[in-house]
Each structure stands twice: as C-alpha cells, then as structure tokens.
C-alpha cells in the first residue's frame, strides 16, 4: 500500500530561525496536501499541491511538490511562536480521495 | 457554527464495555471519515463514507462499526474497549469530487480523547 515518509519527526529551533520539513511518497502521488495541528488541537488544512513541480506560499510558508510527484516540502522563514505544531503531508494516489498521513514533524520554537 | 462537530470531548470508561462516539458535519459534503491518533500522534484513517456508502475500511477490528444514518452524519460504536484502543478520534469530511483533478480538503472535527481503564 501507499506509504508516506516524513522527516525529521521533530525540530526544536530558536525563533527568527527557519524550518523544513520533507515528505516522501513510495508511490506517485496525484496531490499532496499539508495540515496543522497545533498542541491539543486538531489537524488544519493549509494547502494542496496538484502539478508537477508546483511552488506555493502563504507569507512565510512555502510549499513545493517534486517534479515526480513523489515528494514535497514545507519552508517556513524566520520561525515565531505561533508556528509551533505538528505539520503533517497526506497524499493520495490517482483517482482516489483517500488521504495516507507521515507521521508528523513537530515544531518547537524556542523564544 | 462549527464545521464538524463531535460528542463527547472525552470519554473514559472501562474495558469491555461498548461506547459510541458522535460526529455531525454542516457543511453539505459528501463524504466523512474516522482517523484514530494514538499518542505518538500518528493519524491512521480506519473508516470513510460516501453519501452513507462505506468506501473505505481500513484493517480495522471488527469491534468498531461505523454507521452513516445519513450524509452529515457519521457515527463510532466501539464494543469490547481494550487499552490499545486509547487515542484521540478524529472525524472529518470532504466535498466529493468527480474527476480526477478535482482533491478537497478534509475538514476536521475536535476530536474525542478516549481513554480505557
């Protein structure tokens, strides 16, 4: 089945420093999606990717898929606070909407 | 209003006995869906539900039956709790799309922190 790799599964960084987070499909993926789910929260949508080797941002989010469709990554510039949470990828294959979680990489920001 | 509701928050109860767990969503989707968190936070989607149509049921025990009395409802029985079912229960929906190049988001509700003594 379907498998999602996300690495690393956590990052403490000091604030104003910035933060990736990868994710890697053993399958081509049709899109990728990206959540949030703060501390005691529940997962937020923040984007979806659909075309080969698409970039998106959100201010100082910047969200890109692989030319393969296989992988994707999360960059956030210049971390605050309020960054802090779990940013999980999802994927799904062609034709499906059943989405297949990583395990999460968890940000800690050190004021 | 709240996109994706669930009852109860929190649910602690014994092992053996049989719980249910409610999830109601108001945003006209099509589709529903229930993911377990254990505590290491990894989210595992155990059941999906097209207009009250099962579609997805992922190796999942028996003991959880999913039942849809209609689409802006999606509904957990859990019978028989054992400790390894702890974990926070999330449900969500999404728009059903045709095509392939139509994805949605999943909406998710706040989910419900079992915990079996």
């Known amino acids: 089945g379907q498998q999602v790799m996300q690495i690393p599964q956590y990052q403490h960084v000091q604030e104003g420093e910035d933060f990736t987070t990868y994710c890697n499909s053993s399958?081509?993926?049709?899109?990728i999606q990206w959540y949030k789910q703060r501390p005691g929260g529940h997962p937020v949508f923040l984007i979806q990717?659909?075309?080969?080797?698409e970039v998106k941002k959100q201010k100082r989010l910047t969200f890109q898929f692989g030319e393969a469709k296989k992988n994707s990554s999360l960059h956030i510039t210049a971390t605050q606070t309020t960054d802090v949470g779990t940013y999980f990828c999802?994927?799904?294959?062609?034709?499906?909407?059943?989405?297949?979680f990583g395990k999460g990489t968890k940000l800690s920001v050190i004021p | 209003d709240t996109a994706v509701s669930q009852t109860p928050k929190y649910l602690v109860t014994q092992m053996g006995n049989d719980k249910s767990i409610k999830c109601e969503q108001n945003?006209?989707?099509?589709?529903m869906y229930w993911y377990k968190q254990d505590s290491k936070k990894f989210l595992k989607i155990m059941f999906s539900?097209?207009?009250?149509?099962?579609?997805i049921n992922e190796t999942v025990p028996n003991r959880f039956s999913p039942k849809s009395p209609d689409k802006a409802h999606l509904n957990l029985h859990i019978n028989s709790l054992e400790l390894g079912d702890s974990a926070v229960y999330f449900c969500a929906s999404s728009r059903k799309t045709s095509g392939v190049s139509s994805y949605n988001e999943q909406f998710f509700g706040p989910g419900t922190r079992l915990t079996v003594l």
């Open positions: 999802a994927g799904s294959g062609a034709g499906s909407y059943q989405l297949t």
């Open positions: 990717l659909v075309k080969s080797g």
């Open positions: 945003l006209g989707h099509d589709t």
């Open positions: 399958t081509t993926l049709s899109n």
């Open positions: 539900y097209n207009n009250k149509e099962l579609i």
